[in-house]
C-alpha cells in the first residue's frame, strides 16, 4: 500500500549540522565563513549529553605533561582496541582545540589566574581542566550556545528531529525532518550533512544520559547504508546516585580523583584489593567491582564515602554535586551516599576516518554518534568533550572544500517524495531499556544475549512505518535499531575486553584484537565484518 506522505517545507543551506552538544556547535561556529549553517535539534539548543558533562576536558597543556603520556594513557584505557593515529590525532590537536574554545568564551577554572588540573581515573598526571569546578559541560554549552544562537550565519532550529538523511545517487544531499510538536514534515537541502547526534544512553533503564540520547543519527546513517562500527561496547559508569527515577544523576569520577572511595554497605573498603590503582583504577574495572560487590552483599548500590576530602576543597570542587545532594535530602559531610554503575558514554557508533568522512558522500560525523576507534573499547575519563573538539574543527575544516550540488541534483533533492517515518508503539522503549540493562549491561552472556537478540529483532521486524510520527516514537525505534546491534556485536565478540565483558568468555583473547564493523543487508540486518587492530605498543 503506497502512504501519502505530506510534502515537506524546503529549506536550503550550505552546511546542515545536527545535534547541539559540544561537537555539533563547535563545527557549526567554524563553518561561519564559509557559508549559512543550519543547527538542527530536537530539543532546546542546550539540551545535549555535553550539557550534564562534570569532570571536565582531558588534555595536555600543562608543562609536566605532554600528548605523548596523554596517548599512552589513552591506549591503555582502551585495551588494545584504539587506532593509533586516531589517539595521536586526539591528543596532538588536543591543546589547540582547547584553546580555541577559550577564544570562545570558555572559562575554564583558574587560581592566581593559572589554569587548575584535576585528576580522574586511569590518567598518569592532573590534566583535567574543569569549570564552575564540576559544571564544566554546562559552561561548554554556555560558551558556545550563545554565540550560535546570535550568529547571523547560522539559523538554529530546535525542537526539529531528524527521520532520515536524504540520498540522491549515492550523496547525502540533506536531510527530512520533523517540526516539533506537530510533526510536520520538514525537509534541508546541503551539499554537506554533519551528524553530531550524541549517544544513545536512553537504551538502558539505568543511565546518566538525559533523554535525548536516543541513537539517532547512528540509526538514520545505518537506514541509508553507512557502516557502524564497536557497537558493543558501551561504558557503564561507576558512580551514579542511586535513587528513583531516570536519568541517574552523576556523581563525578573526580570526586574520586580527589580522594572520596568506595565502600560496601558494611563500610569495607573494596577496591584496593581488587586494583593497584585501587578507587581510581580504570572505569570498567571500577563498574564490575561494584556490580561484584552489590551482588555478594544483596544490595542494588555500594557506597560512596566523601569523608577524605576536606571540606573547603569539597565546595570549591562540586558546588554542583554538593547543590544537588543536598537538594535530595542528603547530608554528605555525614553519611555516605547511595551509588551503582549506569550507562554513560558508548564507545561505537558511525565509522568515519580521521577527517570525519563517513560512507556517504556528503555526509560527516563527530562526536559520541561516531566510532574510528579513539576510544577503543573504553573510553579515558573526560576524553570524550576532546574528541567533540579535535573532530569538530577537522570537520569544519574538511567540509568546504566538498563538492558543491549540481543544478540537477539540488533539483532531485528538492522534488523527491519524502519516505515514510519508521516509528515504534512507546511501550517499547520501557521493555527496551529494561531488556538491555539486564541482558546487555556490565556483565552479558551468550545465553542472554541470544534470549534478547530473538526478542529486539522480532520487534525491529515489527517497526512501522507512517506518513508521520512523535518523537517519542521515532525515538523507540531508532532505539531499537541501535539495542540490536549492540546486541548482535556483544554476542558475536567471544572474550571480554574493555568496557565488553562475558561472563562466560572473562579472559581476554588476542585473537579479537579487531574492530567490528557492521552493514546492513537487504533486510536490514547487520553483517559483520572486522577491522584488525595493529600493535599500538602498549
Ligand atoms: C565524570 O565526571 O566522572 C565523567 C567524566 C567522563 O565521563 O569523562
Same mark, same amino acid.
Given at each position: 500500500?503506497?502512504?501519502?506522505?505530506?510534502?515537506?517545507?524546503?529549506?536550503?543551506?550550505?552546511?546542515?549540522?545536527?545535534?547541539?552538544?559540544?561537537?555539533?556547535?563547535?563545527?557549526?561556529?567554524?563553518?561561519?565563513?564559509?557559508?549559512?549553517?543550519?543547527?538542527?535539534?530536537?530539543?532546546?539548543?542546550?539540551?545535549?549529553?555535553?550539557?550534564?558533562?562534570?569532570?571536565?576536558? %582531558?588534555? !595536555? #597543556?600543562?608543562?609536566?605533561?605532554?600528548? @605523548?603520556?596523554?596517548?599512552?594513557? /589513552?591506549?591503555? +584505557?582502551?585495551? &588494545? $582496541?584504539?587506532?593509533?593515529?586516531?589517539?595521536?590525532?586526539?591528543?596532538?590537536?588536543?591543546?589547540?582545540?582547547?584553546?580555541?574554545?577559550?577564544?570562545?568564551?570558555?572559562?575554564?577554572?583558574?587560581?592566581?589566574?593559572?589554569?587548575?588540573?584535576?585528576?580522574?581515573?586511569?590518567?598518569?598526571?592532573?590534566?583535567?581542566?574543569?569549570?564552575?569546578?564540576?559544571?564544566?559541560?554546562?559552561?561548554?554549552?554556555?560558551?558556545?550556545?550563545?554565540?550560535?544562537?546570535?550568529?547571523?550565519?547560522?539559523?538554529?532550529?530546535?525542537?526539529?528531529?531528524?527521520?532520515?538523511?536524504?540520498?540522491?545517487?549515492?550523496?547525502?544531499?540533506?536531510?527530512? %525532518?520533523? !517540526? #516539533?510538536?506537530?510533526?510536520?514534515?520538514? @525537509?534541508?537541502?546541503?551539499?554537506? /550533512?554533519?551528524? +553530531?547526534?550524541? &549517544? $544513545?544512553?536512553?537504551?538502558?533503564?539505568?543511565?546518566?544520559?538525559?533523554?535525548?540520547?536516543?541513537?539517532?543519527?547512528?540509526?538514520?546513517?545505518?537506514?541509508?547504508?553507512?557502516?557502524?562500527?564497536?557497537?558493543?561496547?558501551?561504558?557503564?559508569?561507576?558512580?551514579?546516585?542511586?535513587?528513583?527515577?531516570?536519568?541517574?544523576?552523576?556523581?563525578?569520577?573526580?570526586?574520586?580523583?580527589?580522594?572520596?572511595?568506595?565502600?560496601?554497605?558494611?563500610?569495607?573498603?573494596?577496591?584496593?584489593?581488587?586494583?593497584?590503582?585501587?578507587?581510581?583504577?580504570?572505569?570498567?574495572?571500577?563498574?564490575?567491582?561494584?556490580?561484584?560487590?552489590?551482588?555478594?552483599?544483596?544490595?542494588?548500590?555500594?557506597?560512596?564515602?566523601?569523608?577524605?576530602?576536606?571540606?573547603?576543597?569539597?565546595?570549591?570542587?562540586?558546588?554542583?554535586?554538593?547543590?544537588?545532594?543536598?537538594?535530595?535530602?542528603?547530608?554528605?559531610?555525614?553519611?555516605?551516599?547511595?551509588?551503582?554503575?549506569?550507562?554513560?558514554?558508548?564507545?561505537?557508533?558511525?565509522?568515519?576516518?580521521?577527517?570525519?568522512?563517513?560512507?556517504?558522500?556528503?555526509?560527516?560525523?563527530?562526536?559520541?554518534?561516531?566510532?574510528?576507534?579513539?576510544?577503543?573499547?573504553?573510553?579515558?575519563?573526560?576524553?570524550?568533550?576532546?574528541?567533540?573538539?579535535?573532530?569538530?574543527?577537522?570537520?569544519?575544516?574538511?567540509?568546504?572544500?566538498?563538492?558543491?550540488?549540481?543544478?540537477?541534483?539540488?533539483?532531485?533533492?528538492?522534488?523527491?517524495?519524502?519516505?515514510?517515518?519508521?516509528?515504534?508503539?512507546?511501550?517499547?522503549?520501557?521493555?527496551?531499556?529494561?531488556?538491555?540493562?539486564?541482558?546487555?549491561?556490565?556483565?552479558?552472556?551468550?545465553?542472554?544475549?541470544?534470549?534478547?537478540?530473538?526478542?529486539?529483532?522480532?520487534?525491529?521486524?515489527?517497526?512501522?512505518?507512517?506518513?508521520?510520527?512523535?518523537?517519542?516514537?521515532?525515538?523507540?525505534?531508532?532505539?531499537?535499531?541501535?539495542?540490536?546491534?549492540?546486541?548482535?556485536?556483544?554476542?558475536?565478540?567471544?572474550?571480554?575486553?574493555?568496557?565488553?565483558?562475558?561472563?562466560?568468555?572473562?579472559?581476554?583473547?588476542?585473537?579479537?584484537?579487531?574492530?567490528?564493523?557492521?552493514?546492513?543487508?537487504?533486510?536490514?540486518?547487520?553483517?559483520?565484518?572486522?577491522?584488525?587492530?595493529?600493535?599500538?605498543?602498549?
Amino acid at each position: 500500500m503506497l502512504l501519502e506522505v505530506p510534502r515537506p517545507n524546503i529549506r536550503e543551506f550550505d552546511f546542515i549540522v545536527i545535534g547541539s552538544g559540544v561537537a555539533g556547535l563547535f563545527t557549526a561556529l567554524h563553518l561561519t565563513d564559509h557559508g549559512k549553517v543550519a543547527v538542527i535539534t530536537k530539543d532546546r539548543l542546550t539540551e545535549s549529553n555535553t550539557e550534564y558533562a562534570q569532570g571536565g576536558i %582531558a588534555v !595536555a #597543556l600543562h608543562e609536566d605533561d605532554n600528548p @605523548r603520556d596523554h596517548e599512552r594513557d /589513552t591506549l591503555i +584505557a582502551g585495551a &588494545g $582496541l584504539c587506532d593509533l593515529e586516531a589517539v595521536r590525532t586526539l591528543t596532538v590537536e588536543g591543546p589547540d582545540s582547547v584553546r580555541e574554545l577559550m577564544r570562545l568564551g570558555m572559562r575554564f577554572d583558574r587560581s592566581a589566574g593559572e589554569l587548575v588540573y584535576g585528576r580522574e581515573a586511569a590518567h598518569g598526571v592532573r590534566r583535567i581542566l574543569h569549570a564552575s569546578g564540576d559544571e564544566t559541560g554546562h559552561e561548554v554549552e554556555r560558551a558556545l550556545s550563545r554565540r550560535t544562537a546570535v550568529h547571523p550565519a547560522i539559523e538554529v532550529f530546535e525542537h526539529t528531529l531528524l527521520t532520515d538523511l536524504l540520498v540522491v545517487e549515492g550523496r547525502c544531499v540533506g536531510v527530512d %525532518a520533523l !517540526a #516539533l510538536p506537530d510533526s510536520e514534515r520538514v @525537509r534541508f537541502v546541503a551539499p554537506v /550533512t554533519i551528524l +553530531a547526534t550524541g &549517544g $544513545l544512553g536512553q537504551a538502558y533503564s539505568i543511565t546518566t544520559n538525559p533523554l535525548v540520547t536516543t541513537g539517532d543519527g547512528m540509526a538514520a546513517a545505518w537506514r541509508a547504508g553507512c557502516r557502524l562500527r564497536d557497537m558493543e561496547f558501551v561504558q557503564f559508569h561507576p558512580t551514579a546516585l542511586f535513587h528513583e527515577g531516570s536519568p541517574k544523576f552523576l556523581i563525578s569520577e573526580a570526586m574520586r580523583g580527589e580522594g572520596a572511595i568506595l565502600r560496601s554497605e558494611d563500610g569495607e573498603h573494596f577496591m584496593p584489593a581488587l586494583h593497584p590503582q585501587g578507587d581510581l583504577a580504570p572505569r570498567d574495572i571500577v563498574a564490575r567491582a561494584v556490580v561484584a560487590q552489590m551482588r555478594k552483599d544483596g544490595t542494588d548500590h555500594v557506597l560512596l564515602d566523601f569523608s577524605p576530602i576536606p571540606r573547603e576543597r569539597f565546595l570549591s570542587r562540586f558546588p554542583g554535586i554538593v547543590g544537588e545532594l543536598a537538594h535530595r535530602g542528603f547530608d554528605i559531610y555525614q553519611e555516605r551516599i547511595p551509588v551503582c554503575p549506569a550507562a554513560h558514554y558508548f564507545m561505537g557508533g558511525v565509522a568515519t576516518d580521521i577527517s570525519t568522512r563517513t560512507d556517504l558522500p556528503g555526509l560527516l560525523a563527530v562526536g559520541e554518534c561516531t566510532s574510528l576507534g579513539v576510544h577503543g573499547a573504553n573510553r579515558l575519563a573526560s576524553n570524550s568533550l576532546l574528541d567533540g573538539l579535535v573532530f569538530g574543527l577537522r570537520a569544519a575544516n574538511l567540509a568546504p572544500r566538498l563538492p558543491k550540488l549540481s543544478y540537477e541534483l539540488l533539483g532531485v533533492a528538492t522534488q523527491m517524495t519524502p519516505p515514510p517515518v519508521r516509528c515504534a508503539p512507546v511501550a517499547v522503549h520501557g521493555h527496551l531499556r529494561r531488556l538491555m540493562q539486564d541482558y546487555a549491561g556490565v556483565e552479558r552472556d551468550g545465553e542472554s544475549l541470544a534470549e534478547a537478540q530473538q526478542v529486539v529483532g522480532d520487534w525491529c521486524r515489527q517497526l512501522a512505518t507512517v506518513p508521520s510520527a512523535s518523537r517519542s516514537e521515532v525515538e523507540a525505534a531508532n532505539l531499537l535499531t541501535v539495542s540490536r546491534l549492540i546486541i548482535e556485536g556483544a554476542l558475536a565478540r567471544t572474550e571480554s575486553r574493555g568496557a565488553h565483558f562475558r561472563t562466560d568468555y572473562p579472559e581476554i583473547d588476542d585473537t579479537w584484537r579487531r574492530a567490528q564493523v557492521y552493514q546492513a543487508d537487504a533486510d536490514g540486518g547487520p553483517v559483520i565484518t572486522y577491522i584488525d587492530i595493529a600493535d599500538d605498543g602498549v
